[in-house]
């Protein structure tokens, strides 16, 4: 059964415009390096509020195209249909008002590639009473803020960090660390290009990858996935 969420008619102070404010909306925030486990909590909180009786519904940024292009898929293949869309404003308009009057939940995935994930958050939780669960990236290869994420943090009822496996001493991994020599901060891929590491080995990854580029040698060597196995060799040591 769908949950009752109340209407409350509010007039505005500064123009005396009537309208209906639902009170109930929530923002919850959950971030990590890559692989840590992100899209999993995000399809388990979905499911469990599906079966829960509540409408939901899952959003991924367009972009992401690896596993499946309708679809949210973990690492691991798990999978659960979804919008993919280039921007989050186009999405009332493509539900319809009154799918999206219905709607309780939106799970919003790989939220990093949203430009105006902040503004649809506010306005769905604040004024459409929507329970909105990101999921995304704090953090790029380089350890930079990612896109709008963690602009969100600040409208969150709750955000969780999650973590992976260091790759390659097992410990607890907060970073992604890209394997290549490509300098984009958007670069779709898997783990054929990133890797989740601690810090120790972020840290000598970076200076693998500083020296490589200060190295003429390598700067002459073009070739993707040579430099690839370049780095992780040098990286473990
Ligand atoms: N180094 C790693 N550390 C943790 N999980 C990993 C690692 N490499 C692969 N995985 C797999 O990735 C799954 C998490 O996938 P997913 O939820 O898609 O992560 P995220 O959305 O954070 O990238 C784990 O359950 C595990 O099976
Ligand atoms: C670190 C980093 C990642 N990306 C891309 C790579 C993947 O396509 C997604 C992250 O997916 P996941 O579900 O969190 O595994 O983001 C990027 O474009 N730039 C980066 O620096």
Redesign the pocket.
């Known amino acids: 059964m769908a949950s009752f969420k109340p209407s409350i008619p509010v007039v505005n102070p500064i123009d005396g415009a009537k309208y209906h404010h639902r009170a109930s909306g929530e923002v919850h925030v959950i971030i ?5 486990g ?2 999993t909590a995000l399809l388990r909180r979905i499911r469990s509020e599906g079966n829960n009786g509540r409408n939901v519904a899952m959003i991924k940024s367009s ?2 195209t ?1 596993y499946a292009v309708d679809s949210v898929v ?2 691991d293949g798990i999978k659960f249909p979804c919008w993919a869309l280039s921007d989050l404003t186009s999405f009332r308009q493509k539900l319809g008002d009154d799918a999206y009057e219905k709607l309780d939940v939106i799970g919003i ?2 939220a ?2 949203f430009e105006d994930l902040y503004d649809f958050c506010c306005n769905a939780a604040d004024h459409d009473g929507k329970t909105i669960i990101v ?3 704090d ?4 350890r930079r803020s ?1 896109g709008p994420v963690l602009d969100v943090v600040p409208l969150a009822d709750t955000v969780t960090k999650l973590t992976a496996r260091c790759e390659l001493c097992g410990k607890r991994a907060f970073f ?1 660390f ?1 394997k290549t020599m490509a300098k ?7 783990a054929d ?2 890797m989740p590491v601690c810090r120790q080995h972020y840290v000598n990854g970076q200076l693998v990858i500083e020296a490589a580029n200060a190295s003429s040698v390598l700067e002459c060597r073009k070739v993707q996935s040579e430099s690839r196995l370049e780095v992780e060799a040098a990286v473990a040591i």
Do not use: C, N, S, W
Request: charged share 25%; no cysteine.
């Open positions: 990590g390096p890559m692989f840590a992100k899209t972009k992401d690896r973990t690492h995935d790989e990093q590639f999921a995304g990236l953090g790029d290869y380089l990612f992604t890209r984009q901060t958007e670069l779709i891929a898997g290009v990133y």
